[in-house]
């Protein structure tokens, strides 16, 4: 190979990884910063410090059209490196169910929750779900369990409301197995409530 | 020697292609089995507004906020609407052009275009999946990237039986996976950094977790119990096992420990929480990245130039990668 595209292969090379390795860096720096590890909060402060040079690199304090920040997710979304790989990590937390308590114009109420007909569906389903449970802001969460609630009422239309119960289902430790204790708790922590608008066929909420 | 020549050396160092038929074999068949894992649910995963599940013009609008370029099923659905095909009808027709891409790949049959074709289709469901994407989808973009850019076709191939090509420079070779090794002990060492941050990994805590929390749970509760004296042990062992990836999976004398360990892992992952398609990409990237050549083809992989076997035994150099 000549020198000169041995080079320019040596230099994509390096910026590859050198994105590869801010992306994952940025990822356990912000970790870090927010306490969610066995390091002590106190140390906060430093990992911001240190987690201002991915972000600077990475554009991500940017305006969302600057175009450098635009090159940096075009080029990180399509090679598959715009997240880290901190599968189940730090912890692995309680988690989250979505039931539908779905109510007939003849007074039955059926409880369902959002169906796909494979497991690698309900994989993703699962990882939808977590996400949903997990967001801070009401307004996004409401508005994904709104579509779900459609999905099923399409599979279900005799039905007039669907009462949407978002929340955490936590499984016996192992001490509570010990202990006899082997049913898993589910906490309810959002409700929503959506009336099926026949006109449209979509749900809305009351 | 420089730092440069150094580097270089390593980077370019000389391969056989036999990685890159594993890679392409590998990758037809993880595609292949994720599409069909997903055929009775693709049009409900991706379609509109009113026939998905979520409604993939809600997740390519986020998509488009950060980049509008980044490619996504909304364009071929809209492609489709040119010619008068409905959104029922260009899904399918997407699911299957993916699923003739993994079986080409599969075959080694217009490799190049197959690889294109897969990794550009694979990337526009990833992204227009959404928050109904997981792991497994960016480790699929990953490896199709990978293999997009090697020098393809490789000697296994039926392009190669069919369309003899030219000998492949073994330093292009080796540089491409080269590439793919150190991207993998990113993936492992920052894996297994942040299981260390956590105190549940230390304890058995997560792993009782992962395995009891549902859809992961495939084993009884009862049989986890059974272990839960080394799930404390289990634990620690995937965190030092991953961290430890990067530095371990290159000498010689801890390579294959490593990899075989490692493939265990996967294996382990895939049989107990049902991680199927994740747990077989990670084995396809790993093999293809450090399965040492003469395993997948009964060669030795090409020497550096006007190196001999000898010579490089003295140095005190193994063969492998």
């Known amino acids: 190979m000549r020198a000169k595209r041995r080079d320019s292969f040596l230099a994509c090379f390096a910026a590859h990884l050198g994105l590869v390795a801010l992306v994952c860096l940025h990822e356990t720096f912000w970790l870090l910063e927010h306490g969610l590890t066995v390091v002590p909060a106190t140390s906060s402060s430093v990992w911001q410090k240190l987690d201002a040079v991915p972000t600077a690199i990475l554009g991500e304090n940017l305006a969302a059209t600057n175009p450098y920040r635009r090159a940096i997710l075009t080029y990180t979304n399509a090679t598959g490196i715009e997240v880290g790989y901190g599968y189940f990590a730090p912890n692995v937390p309680e988690t989250h169910a979505l039931v539908f308590e779905c109510h007939y114009a003849d007074g039955h109420v059926e409880y369902q929750s959002a169906a796909v007909r494979s497991e690698e569906a309900m994989l993703r389903l699962t990882s ?3 996400q949903i449970g997990r967001t801070d802001y009401d307004r996004w969460r409401e508005e994904l369990v709104r579509r779900l609630a459609r999905s099923t009422w399409q599979r279900h239309p005799g039905v007039v409301l669907v009462r949407a ?42 | 020697m420089t730092w440069k020549r150094r580097v270089t050396d390593f980077v370019f160092r000389p391969d056989s292609d036999r990685w890159l038929s594993l890679l392409r074999f590998g990758l037809g068949a993880v595609l292949f089995i994720f599409l069909w894992s997903l055929r009775g649910d693709w049009n409900d995963l991706f379609g509109g507004s009113r026939s998905g599940l979520i409604g993939r013009p809600l997740f390519e609008a986020l998509l488009s906020i950060q980049s509008p370029l980044i490619p996504r099923l909304g364009w071929l659905v809209a492609l489709g609407a040119q010619i008068g095909l409905s959104e029922k009808l260009s899904l399918p027709l997407v699911w299957g052009a993916l699923l003739a891409a993994a079986l080409f790949l599969i075959l080694g049959l217009y490799s190049r275009p197959a690889a294109i074709v897969a990794f550009f289709l694979q990337l526009a469901a990833a992204k227009s999946g959404g928050l109904l994407s997981y792991g497994a989808d960016n480790l699929i973009t990953i490896g199709l990237f990978y293999l997009m850019i090697a020098p393809l076709p490789d000697r296994w191939s039926l392009d190669w039986a069919l369309r003899r090509r030219r000998e492949v420079d073994p330093e292009r070779l080796g540089f491409h996976r080269r590439i793919l090794q150190i991207h993998l002990c990113f993936i492992y060492f920052f894996g297994g950094l942040t299981k260390c941050l956590g105190a549940g990994w230390w304890d058995g805590t997560n792993l009782w977790r992962a395995l009891t929390i549902p859809p992961f749970d495939l084993l009884p509760i009862g049989v986890v119990a059974s272990w839960a004296s080394i799930l404390p042990a289990l634990g620690i062992g995937v965190c030092l096992l991953e961290t430890s990836y990067a530095f371990l999976i290159w000498p010689s004398w801890s390579r294959r420990t490593i990899l075989v360990a490692v493939c265990l892992m996967h294996v382990g992952i895939g049989l107990t929480m049902g991680m199927y398609l994740f747990a077989l990409i990670m084995l396809v990237l790993n093999l293809a990245a450090f399965a040492p050549a003469e395993v997948a083809s009964g060669e030795k992989p090409p020497l550096p130039e006007g190196q001999t076997a000898d010579a490089t035994l003295l140095a005190g150099q193994s063969l492998l990668p």
């Open chain 1, 128 to 130: 939808l779900v977590e």
């Open chain 1, 165 to 206: 119960l978002l929340g955490s289902v936590a499984s016996p430790t192992i001490a509570d197995y010990r202990a006899g204790n082997r049913k898993r708790t589910f906490k309810c922590l959002y409700v929503d409530e959506f009336k099926v608008d026949r006109s449209t066929g979509a749900p809305t909420t009351p």
